[in-house]
């Protein structure tokens, strides 16, 4: 069956430090994966999209890797803030739908 | 900026009754979804439309259906309330069917089936 799974439910690290999240996937063949933010009580907010032949993709303090091998991306939040406190979800492109992972909740201690 | 609504935030309704949950985006997207988020489940989608009057099931379509009369509005109907529908229902759009852009998400809809 389809899997989708982020590597934690839950990541505390300290401000300044780099936040590194994980999304495996099974049985899936995306041509594109997505990142988004949540924020309690609010719908998810897109933050980037990497597509199958792209390894990494920047935007400001953030990092995606995409790993079609591995069935693997890794999502980075460098010289972290409180303000990055989230939750952080993956999503498969499948067949223009998108497929979410449950996420990982990331606090940020200043 | 690409805004989606809907219609409530929090929504208390009893067993049996039918709940209708309305969403309206400002962008002329094609594409609407309806997904529940549950706590250790993440999004779930319900059903997708990608035009007027066109609608597909999602994971999850038992006990939902959908309304797409017009392009920016996408309603969710629970026909028969249940307390395993108690959830929080988000709706999203994404333009064009033949590429993969983001999807635009609304506030959410907290409901309680009591």
């Known amino acids: 069956s389809q899997k989708i799974e982020q590597n934690s439910e839950a990541l505390n690290i300290q401000e300044g430090k780099t936040a590194t999240l994980t999304c495996n996937y099974t049985?899936?063949?995306?041509?594109?994966l997505q990142w988004y933010r949540q924020d309690p009580g609010r719908g998810p907010v897109f933050l980037l999209l990497i597509r199958e032949n792209e390894k990494e993709k920047r935007k400001e303090r953030l990092k995606v890797t995409f790993d079609t091998t591995l069935k693997q991306s890794l999502f980075h939040i460098t010289a972290s803030q409180p303000a990055d406190s989230a939750t952080y979800l993956c999503a498969l492109d499948n067949d223009y739908k998108l497929s979410f992972g449950a996420g990982t909740t990331v606090t940020v201690r200043a | 900026d690409v805004k989606v609504t809907q219609s409530s935030r929090y929504l208390v309704k009893r067993t049996g009754e039918k709940v209708f949950l309305e969403c309206v985006q400002d962008?002329?997207?094609?594409?609407m979804f309806w997904y529940r988020q549950d706590p250790g489940l993440g999004l779930r989608l319900i059903y997708f439309s990608y035009d007027v009057k066109m609608k597909e099931k999602g994971d999850i379509p038992e006990g939902y259906s959908v309304s797409r009369e017009k392009k920016e509005r996408f309603s969710l109907i629970l026909e028969s309330a249940s307390t395993n529908q108690t959830s929080m229902y988000l709706c999203?759009?994404?333009?064009?069917?033949?590429?993969?852009?983001?999807?635009?998400f609304g506030p959410g809809t907290r409901l309680t089936v009591t």
């Open positions: 999203a759009s994404r333009p064009d069917r033949g590429q993969s852009y983001e999807q635009y």
């Open positions: 049985n899936y063949s995306p041509a594109y």
């Open positions: 962008m002329d997207h094609e594409n």
